[in-house]
């Protein structure tokens, strides 16, 4: 090897050992935010996922898991295409937030989704939404409630929708209560960052001088209000525990939401409540809550 082939490898492995010991490019740290963090949106729907990010100039990109249900361009416009689900990807760098995008139809046929009985004047029906669809669904609520006398009434109530969920009584058209009838005010509860506790809460106007867990004619009155709203499987009284105290539960086996490739089922569980003021003091109220059970919920 002559000597000008010698100096230019060495000049070669020296400029290799002084850029590998040199200062490295320091790694830029991004930050990523988007909002909102889900979507549900009605077919044909649109809506637009903002993104936040640091450095500013950091590009940022969109993509959907599955355009047949939902798109999205470039400046984050998603657009509804079909019913199901999907994932909205948003990408910053290293940095990736994934954004959940449900599509629905709302019902047209409300009847599907309706328990109780129109025949049975204490138990006449009620919608019971989708769970995931509850508080966007307040329109088919409203709707499907109506013909039963059923009246949305959070301002009679002074409940805020937001924070309180929706609350329905039994009104006539001239504004008087219905007060021949097992439910007394329906509560349509979701909390805002919890979806496994969205559920429906009964207020009935079943008032006993003792707690009707406690005698037999109660605990048949119980059952018969579990009963005329299609809780008839699986029914049981528990005893006395913890602050809830004495229970009835039972599982309504009408399935809903097949549309969203996602069965439900819902059940009850009914309490009873001293009432500490006013004109029924001293009285024991029966109150339920109707839970739903997602097939998936116990996979």
């Keep these: 090897m002559n000597r000008n082939k010698f100096a230019i490898m060495a000049l070669a492995i020296f400029s290799l050992m002084v850029s590998a010991c040199g200062p490295k490019t320091p790694e830029v740290n991004v930050k990523l935010t988007v909002s909102p ?4 949106l009605k077919v044909g729907e ?10 500013e100039s950091t590009a940022v990109s969109f993509s959907s898991s599955d355009e047949k249900i939902a798109t999205v361009n470039e400046k984050g416009e998603v657009k509804a295409i079909a019913v199901g689900s999907a994932t909205i990807a948003v990408k910053a760098g290293n940095q990736t937030r994934r954004v959940p995008v449900l599509v629905y ?24 939404p989708e769970r995931a669809l509850m508080k966007v669904l307040f329109k088919e609520i409203n709707a499907a409630n109506q013909p039963f006398g059923w009246r949305f009434s959070n301002d009679l109530l002074k409940k805020d929708s937001d924070k309180d969920g929706y609350y329905f009584a039994p009104v006539t058209d001239e504004g008087k209560l219905i007060d021949n009838r097992y439910i007394e005010v329906i509560r349509y509860d979701y909390p805002q ?32 209000f579990a009963k005329a709203y299609g809780f008839t499987e699986n029914g049981t009284f528990g005893g006395s525990t913890g602050n809830i105290g004495y229970t009835y539960g039972a599982i309504n086996s009408k399935m809903f939401g097949k549309e969203h490739k996602e069965d439900e089922q819902i059940s009850i569980i009914i ?7 006013g004109t029924h003091e001293g009285k024991y109220r029966v109150l339920a809550n109707i839970l739903y059970h997602y097939h998936h919920d116990h996979d």
């Design 46 to 55: 649109e809506a637009t996922i903002k993104a936040i990010v640091t450095p």
């Design 105 to 128: 139809t709302p019902d047209t046929d409300y009847s599907a989704r309706m328990i109780g009985d129109k025949d049975n004047k204490l138990a006449p029906p009620f919608y019971i």
């Design 271 to 277: 309490y009873a409540q001293k009432i500490s003021k």
């Design 193 to 224: 960052d919890n979806q496994d506790f969205i559920h429906i809460e009964l207020y009935t106007g079943i008032r006993e001088e003792q707690n009707p867990f406690t005698t037999e004619e109660g605990k048949k009155k119980i059952e018969e």
């Design 37 to 40: 963090t889900s979507l549900k």
